[in-house]
């Protein structure tokens, strides 16, 4: 296992209810921030710079502009992320600027303001200071998917990565894809 397996943190399951929950009832932008970067792989910087018009809620779509050599695309949107955006949209103030996270002064949020924001929340609900940026909702997506038995290109593709070792890294630590991978062969015969 390498250092990075070793020390990847993600959220489990009921952490992350937990801090939807809290950004749920605190700020309809702080939750569907947080919503969105989890649900497709996010980075800070990346959910901070979503533009109104790179959604399309009519054909429930969203366009995942990525860093850092990542590969954008689009993605569909699940109801309850149109129901949050539609939220925020609703209480959005007034501005020409295109970002869709703005603030009160309808100013972006930056990435370090993203990162004040979480940190406040996830202290909120308790979770341990290693769990109190942002980037760990990449990490706990693809752990999640890779848990739930989803194939590496499906992770890939969701999460942006370029390069599928760097998918690898979500499969290698989820015991839960080996063991249904070995069930699914076991129950196909192809291992006695």
């Known amino acids: 296992m390498t250092e990075r397996q070793k ?7 009921n952490e992350l209810k937990a801090l939807l929950t809290k950004a749920k009832t605190e700020s309809p932008r702080d939750y569907c921030m947080i919503l969105l970067a989890y649900r497709h792989g996010l980075r ?29 695309n689009w993605q569909q949107l699940a109801d309850d992320e149109i129901k949050a ?10 501005s020409t600027n295109p970002c869709l996270f ?7 949020i930056s990435r370090s303001q993203f990162f004040r924001l979480f940190k406040s929340l ?4 308790g979770l341990a200071p290693d ?6 909702l990449k990490h706990s997506l693809g ?3 890779s848990n739930a038995g989803c194939s590496p290109q499906v992770i890939q593709n969701r999460l942006g990565h370029r390069n599928i070792q760097n998918t690898m890294v979500y499969v290698q630590i989820s015991s839960g894809f080996v063991d249904k991978m070995v069930s699914a062969a076991m ?6």
């Open 187 to 192: 129950a196909n015969g192809n291992v006695v």
């Open 143 to 145: 752990t999640h998917l």
């Open 44 to 72: 800070a910087t990346e959910a901070c710079n979503i533009s109104v018009e790179s959604l399309d809620l009519e054909a429930q779509n969203i366009r995942c502009e990525r860093g850092k050599g990542s590969i954008s």
């Open 131 to 136: 769990k109190r940026h942002p980037h760990i």
């Open 102 to 108: 703005i603030s009160r002064k309808g100013t972006p």
């Open 7 to 13: 020390t990847l943190q993600f959220l489990t399951q």
């Open 122 to 125: 996830a202290e909120k609900i």
């Open 85 to 94: 955006i539609k939220a925020w949209l609703k209480k959005r103030p007034k």
